[in-house]
């Protein structure tokens, strides 16, 4: 079965707070999120759920779900993360492009890799192939 292609569409959503009780009380109340830890791998890591999921964590209806982090840097904003087939291949045409590498390709444990990354105009975004095998 040959491997599902990417829509290149956001995915994944990032929010990074200074205050993790602060900020799941204030986006739960705000918009009715559900926020929950993400899992022992993950213990810093919190999981936000905008859109219903099946039982094994797929959207029930369209959306995007996100997860909630301690901000590293002073400046660290809001990421969203795009769906690509190949992350190698992206990430050369990104350098190519006049990108920059910000977080090199990492594994995500029964999800597939990722990387953080920076466009030609300052932004930067993140990048996730999904691995066939762990779905």
Not at 70 to 94: A, F, H
Request: with cysteine; net charge negative.
């Amino acid at each position: 079965m040959e491997p599902k292609k990417s829509s290149h569409t956001p995915v994944h959503f990032e929010i990074p707070v200074d205050n993790m009780a602060r900020a799941q009380k204030f986006y739960s109340e705000l918009f009715g999120w559900n926020i929950f830890g993400a899992g022992d791998n993950f213990s810093e890591y919190f999981m936000i759920q905008t859109v219903p999921t099946d039982e094994k964590g797929m959207l029930k209806e369209p959306g995007i779900n996100g997860g909630m982090l301690m901000r590293s840097n002073p400046g660290q904003q809001i990421l969203n993360y795009i769906s690509v087939d190949n992350i190698d291949e992206s990430l050369t045409k990104l350098e190519q492009l006049g990108g920059t590498i910000l977080m090199p390709k990492m594994p995500i444990a029964g999800i597939g890799w990722n990387c953080v990354v920076k466009d030609t105009e300052g932004n930067s975004f993140g990048m996730i192939q999904e691995d066939s095998s762990a779905a």
